[in-house]
């Protein structure tokens, strides 16, 4: 077609065209007759605005937004795999995905602080030392600060001056998501609800370790220019104590006090008797049950741990 004059090859396809449409039935477009009912392509769903993306063109936006389906059981975002070879969508998860061995192996292999502290500390160890706090001084919150991190072993760490800017569009900011997805998980592992009140105990022992931790764990430089240094550090608890401590060993141990505070809290405050005979009201262990004594003593979680207090 070398020759032929361009206005030639615009009308000709213009005619062609116009034959397709009109073979089309009423109502349907050229655009359209290709695609399944209830299936937009390049369009967000009505139900779920593309993520508005400053600086970006209105490919890149809608590339984000999900999903581009009006079907049932559509999901929001995409998934990832884990340890136990399940998926998962973070920003849409369901409770039978959630999977306790799942997130120990997880946070066993994240490391607090951004990577940046002197040896390698889980989040993992993070969260038993939290718990530990917790249970002697609100027993019945212990399984609750156990897991209190458990969203970053599906969304990672984020350290908390990344979280106050870090947002997902309609979805919410990081913040928001994390706790969705929180709720997720205690429903999953049978986490009681908490209240504002049991959140704010947890997270004053979250800060506790926190002092705790930039004291023994980061650079002597960094100590006096910290927003944490009106908490307190725990008195007593050394952290080097587990510095040569394998990720397989943190995650056992973080299932193993899943375990007992999910013992402990229906054999002292459930109603319901719970398998093995425990009595409400009653001490939970019993000789069937696995006393934390038998417990290896090199694991974290013991009160041996904080010395002589």
């Known amino acids: 077609m070398s020759g032929t004059p361009m206005i030639d090859v615009l009308l000709a396809v213009h005619v062609a065209a116009s034959e397709v449409a009109s ?37 890149r936006e809608e590339k984000f937004a999900q999903p581009v389906m009006d079907l049932p059981g559509a999901r929001v975002g995409d998934f990832i795999f884990t ?20 997130i120990a192996h997880s946070l066993s292999n994240l490391c607090r602080w951004t990577g940046h ?20 001084r609100h027993p019945e919150l212990a399984l609750a600060a156990l897991h209190h991190d458990d969203a970053e072993a599906y969304l990672l760490d984020l350290n908390r001056p990344m979280k106050k800017y870090c947002t997902f569009g309609p979805l919410g900011t990081y913040t928001e998501v994390e706790h969705r997805l929180l709720g997720v998980i205690f429903e999953a592992l049978g986490v009681p609800p908490l209240t504002t009140a049991d959140w704010e105990k947890i997270k004053e022992a979250d800060n506790w370790l926190l002092r ?22 725990v008195e007593g608890l050394n952290l080097k104590q587990w ?12 299932k193993e006090k899943h375990e007992y505070y999910v013992k402990k809290l229906k ?6 008797e719970p398998k093995g005979g425990i009595v409400p009201g009653e001490p939970w262990c019993n000789e069937e049950d696995e006393d934390e004594n038998d417990w290896d003593d090199s694991l974290p979680g013991n009160p041996s741990d904080y010395g002589d207090n």
């Not at 290709?34 to 967000?44: F, I, L, S």
């Not at 510095?243 to 973080?254: I, L, Y």
């Open 117 to 136: 502290c002197e040896w390698f500390y889980p989040v993992a160890l993070h969260a038993i030392l939290v718990a530990d706090q917790v249970d002697w």
């Open 83 to 102: 340890a136990s070879g399940r998926k998962i969508y973070p920003l849409d998860a369901r409770p039978n995905e959630i999977d306790l061995s799942d």
């Open 212 to 233: 705790t931790e930039l004291d023994q764990l980061m650079s002597n430089s960094l100590k006096h220019d910290c927003g944490v240094k009106i908490y307190t550090a």
């Open 267 to 272: 054999g002292v405050y459930s109603h319901v």
């Open 23 to 59: 073979k089309l039935p009423p109502g349907m477009t050229s655009d359209t007759a290709k695609q399944p009912e209830g299936v937009h392509m390049n369009k967000p769903s009505k139900t779920r605005r593309a993520i508005k993306t400053p600086g970006t063109s209105r490919q």
């Open 243 to 254: 510095k040569d401590m394998k990720p397989e060993q943190f995650a056992v141990r973080f």
